[in-house]
Nanobody, 126 residues
């Protein structure tokens, strides 16, 4: 079973920045949507950002638009999430995920994705 390693989480003051990484070989392809999700204890998992390599199409949740940036490295082995101007409501465990797509239409719907890693914890202090 394919696996990914998420890293880069930590504790930061509100207004600060973090960059998350998701390292996995074969994770970012033109046949798959890749995405970042987050989840707080007792709450449902929510989509943060998606990326499709075919046209480099990106989708962001309204709550992170203008503050977060999804990207990948040159070799397409690592997916990043740059998070700026962090807010306490951004706290949670962040996961990367993948789903095969024939169309490149990537949705922020966690039920559609396969989650490869254990997540990385982000805590934003007010």
């Amino acid at each position: 079973q394919a696996q990914a390693v998420e890293s880069g989480g930590g504790s930061v003051q509100a207004g600060g920045s973090l960059r998350l990484s998701c390292a996995a070989s074969g994770f970012i392809t033109v046949s798959h949507c890749v995405a970042w999700f987050r989840q707080e204890p007792g709450k449902e998992r929510e989509g943060v950002a998606t990326f499709w390599a075919g046209t480099r199409r990106i989708t962001y949740a309204d709550s992170v638009m203008g503050r977060f940036t999804i990207s990948h490295d040159r070799d397409k082995t690592t997916l990043y999430l740059q998070m700026n101007d962090l807010k306490p409501e951004d706290s949670g465990t962040y996961y990367c995920a993948q789903v095969r797509t024939p169309t490149g239409r990537c949705r922020l719907a966690p039920a559609e994705y396969q989650f490869w890693g254990q997540g990385t914890q982000v805590t934003v202090l007010s």
